[in-house]
C-alpha cells in the first residue's frame, strides 16, 4: 500500500531512511467528528462568502473567519488517517455543499406569502442564498484543487521524516494549498460577490491568501497540540505507532 493512500489495517508504512510514518484507521468516533466538523465549516463558509466584506482599504468576505479552520481540519485528518481518507473526506464535504445549495434552491421557488412582509422575506432570501451556488461551485473547485495540494504535501513529508517534524509539513502545505485555493475561488466567485476591477481583485486575493495562511501560521501550535491528542487518544493510531 502506498504511504499517500491512509491505513485500513492501521499498520506503519516504511520509508527508507527515516521514521515509518503512520496512518489510522477509521473505525474509531473521531474520523466521524472531525468530517462532520469540516462539513458545517465549509457549507457555513459559502453561505458568508456571499457577502462581500470591506475594512477600510481590505477587501475580503463574510466567510473569512471561518475557512482557514476547514483546511486545518484536512491537516488533522491528513497527518492521522492519511491522504486517501482525507480525499473521501473532501468528497463527501462538497457533496454536502451541493444538497445544501439545492436546498436553498428549493427555498427559494417554493411559493411564499404574496402579502408584503412575504415578499419581503422572499427578496431576502434571494438576495442572501441566491449567489450561493455560483460560490458553491468556487469552493468546489478550489477546494478540491487546494486540499488535494495540501494533504498530498502533508502526506509526503511525513512519509519522508516519519513522527518528526510536524510543523515542516503545516507550514509547508499551508502556503501552497491556500495560495491555490484562494487564486481558484477568487476568480470563479469575485462577479457575485460584486467584486470588480483588477485592483479589487487582486486586493481580494492577496488579502485572502495572506489571511488564511497568517490564522494557520498563527495556530501551528495549537494544530499541533489537536493532533497530538489524537495521535494519543485515536486506538489505531497508538496501536500502530512505533515503539519509542
Known amino acids: ?80 488517517y492519511g491522504f486517501k481518507v482525507n480525499r473521501k473526506a473532501i468528497l463527501t464535504t462538497f457533496a454536502l455543499s451541493i444538497f445544501a445549495s439545492l436546498c436553498y434552491w428549493v427555498i427559494i421557488v417554493l411559493p411564499g406569502f404574496t402579502d408584503d412582509y412575504g415578499m419581503a422575506k422572499q427578496q431576502a432570501l434571494q438576495d442572501a442564498l441566491g449567489p450561493v451556488p455560483q460560490i458553491v461551485l468556487a469552493s468546489l473547485l478550489a477546494f478540491l484543487a487546494g486540499q488535494t495540494v495540501n494533504s498530498l504535501i502533508m502526506v509526503r513529508l511525513k512519509a519522508r521524516h516519519g513522527e518528526r517534524k510536524l510543523w515542516v509539513r503545516l507550514m509547508g502545505s499551508s502556503g501552497a494549498g491556500e495560495f491555490l485555493d484562494t487564486l481558484i475561488f477568487c476568480a470563479v466567485a469575485a462577479p457575485v460577490i460584486g467584486i470588480v476591477g483588477f485592483g479589487m481583485f487582486a486586493n481580494y486575493v492577496l488579502v485572502g491568501f495572506l489571511y488564511k495562511v497568517g490564522v494557520q501560521y498563527a495556530l501551528i501550535p495549537v494544530t499541533s497540540a489537536a493532533i497530538g491528542w489524537f495521535k494519543r487518544h485515536e486506538p489505531s493510531y497508538v496501536a500502530a505507532a512505533p515503539a519509542a
Do not use: H, R
Open 1 to 80: 500500500m502506498s504511504p499517500l493512500q491512509g491505513n485500513a489495517s492501521a499498520t506503519p508504512v516504511k520509508s527508507p531512511g527515516s521514521a515509518a510514518p503512520t496512518f489510522a484507521a477509521v473505525g474509531s468516533p473521531y474520523f466521524g467528528i472531525l468530517l462532520a466538523c469540516m462539513a458545517v465549516i465549509v457549507i457555513l463558509s459559502n453561505i458568508g462568502a456571499s457577502k462581500g466584506v470591506q475594512f477600510g482599504p481590505i477587501i475580503t468576505d463574510g466567510g473569512f473567519f471561518l475557512f482557514p479552520f476547514a483546511y486545518i481540519l484536512g491537516d488533522v485528518i491528513s497527518e492521522i
